[in-house]
């Protein structure tokens, strides 16, 4: 058995597809699907630490608050993030330890509702960035847009989502109860959905802000604190693509940071999708990482043998 640390950062669009209801039902589904994929990396040994995406859940969320504001009192979104860690965390946890069970594999699984400190003042407050939710036609998204009071763009023609602020992650609270744990070899799901962004008032005490937190970038952060060696990125593509969605598009097998960089740089991933995870892999190469590997679900295995899916690397 080998002895090294990964960090998987899963997104919410693998439990919640586009194009489905995402009703409870279907995400319990895709997330026992997913642990399919994670089986593979117990069985070769790995410590593990888990996050996971929330844009289709915390939009679900907000929607529901903005649906019956005048019934029930609304949640801000910072909350909202904390809600979807809990829910999302035991959907994850509870399909992870029957996995185990069914492995025959005596390993503990935990969720850490995690805080994340970010700046107040990012850029990102004024500029919102980040899709949740649904997708609507322009028609019905500016619809909503006006009735609700959300900001909204286009992700991809004619499909537009609401978007809130992202800022960036500056320090992962926790660090050390959690690398404390996964170095004992119990896997740990943490900081969800990014984590709940949070920030030091003038008097050193915390507060919540109300954004959503890129979860890649920090899954890359806790990767850091944790000494992982690799980190996993499993979105919705088998691969990343030079020229997606063209008819010229090219598969990246195995690329070194610098060439990564230079095609970051010239604008070639696109900054609404697989741009922030070229970001997050950077930054996660550049500390203590060997590895970084992006795919989807149904690749994992070919993945962890060398055949399937995008790895960047430092230079040798």
């Given at each position: 058995m080998i002895s090294r640390t990964a960090m998987i950062a899963m997104g919410g669009n693998s439990l919640s597809p586009k194009g489905e209801a995402g009703t409870i039902t279907q995400q319990?589904?895709?997330?026992?699907?997913?642990?399919?994929?994670?089986?593979?990396?117990?069985?070769?040994?790995?410590?593990?630490?888990?996050?996971?995406?929330?844009?289709?859940?915390?939009?679900?969320?907000?929607?529901r608050m903005d649906l019956t504001h005048d019934k029930v009192p609304p949640l801000p979104l910072g909350v909202c993030v904390a809600g979807t860690q809990g829910s999302i965390g035991y959907m994850i946890q509870q399909s992870l330890q029957n996995k185990l069970r069914d492995m025959k594999v005596d390993r503990e699984v935990v969720t850490m509702v995690t805080q994340v400190i970010v700046d107040k003042?990012?850029?990102s407050i004024k500029d919102p960035s980040k899709y949740v939710g649904a997708r609507y036609p322009e028609n019905e998204a500016k619809s909503l847009a006006k009735i609700f009071g959300w900001s909204i763009k286009e992700q991809e023609p004619g499909q537009w989502r609401r978007v809130v602020p992202s800022p960036m992650p500056e320090y992962i609270m926790h660090g050390k109860s959690?690398?404390?744990?996964v170095d004992r070899g119990t896997i740990v799901i943490a900081s969800g959905g990014g984590g709940i962004p949070v920030f030091n008032d003038p008097t050193g005490h915390l507060e919540g802000l109300?954004?959503?937190?890129?979860?890649?970038y920090a899954a890359a952060k806790l990767g850091r604190i944790l000494?992982?060696?690799?980190?996993?990125?499993i979105t919705d593509v088998d691969n990343v693509y030079l020229s997606f969605g063209t008819?010229?598009?090219?598969?990246?097998r195995i690329i070194t940071t610098s060439d990564v960089e230079k095609l970051y740089n010239k604008g070639e991933f696109q900054?609404?999708?697989?741009?922030?995870k070229i970001k997050a892999a950077l930054h996660f190469l550049k500390y203590h990482g060997k590895k970084v590997v992006i795919t989807s679900i149904p690749c994992i295995k070919d993945a962890l043998e060398g055949n399937a899916g995008t790895e960047i690397r430092n230079e040798a």
């Amino acid at each position: 058995m080998i002895s090294r640390t990964a960090m998987i950062a899963m997104g919410g669009n693998s439990l919640s597809p586009k194009g489905e209801a995402g009703t409870i039902t279907q995400q319990f589904a895709h997330t026992r699907e997913t642990l399919d994929g994670i089986g593979n990396f117990i069985e070769r040994g790995y410590n593990l630490c888990i996050n996971h995406g929330n844009g289709p859940q915390v939009g679900n969320e907000l929607l529901r608050m903005d649906l019956t504001h005048d019934k029930v009192p609304p949640l801000p979104l910072g909350v909202c993030v904390a809600g979807t860690q809990g829910s999302i965390g035991y959907m994850i946890q509870q399909s992870l330890q029957n996995k185990l069970r069914d492995m025959k594999v005596d390993r503990e699984v935990v969720t850490m509702v995690t805080q994340v400190i970010v700046d107040k003042n990012d850029p990102s407050i004024k500029d919102p960035s980040k899709y949740v939710g649904a997708r609507y036609p322009e028609n019905e998204a500016k619809s909503l847009a006006k009735i609700f009071g959300w900001s909204i763009k286009e992700q991809e023609p004619g499909q537009w989502r609401r978007v809130v602020p992202s800022p960036m992650p500056e320090y992962i609270m926790h660090g050390k109860s959690i690398k404390a744990l996964v170095d004992r070899g119990t896997i740990v799901i943490a900081s969800g959905g990014g984590g709940i962004p949070v920030f030091n008032d003038p008097t050193g005490h915390l507060e919540g802000l109300d954004a959503v937190i890129d979860k890649d970038y920090a899954a890359a952060k806790l990767g850091r604190i944790l000494h992982a060696e690799e980190l996993w990125i499993i979105t919705d593509v088998d691969n990343v693509y030079l020229s997606f969605g063209t008819e010229n598009q090219e598969i990246l097998r195995i690329i070194t940071t610098s060439d990564v960089e230079k095609l970051y740089n010239k604008g070639e991933f696109q900054q609404g999708s697989i741009g922030p995870k070229i970001k997050a892999a950077l930054h996660f190469l550049k500390y203590h990482g060997k590895k970084v590997v992006i795919t989807s679900i149904p690749c994992i295995k070919d993945a962890l043998e060398g055949n399937a899916g995008t790895e960047i690397r430092n230079e040798a």
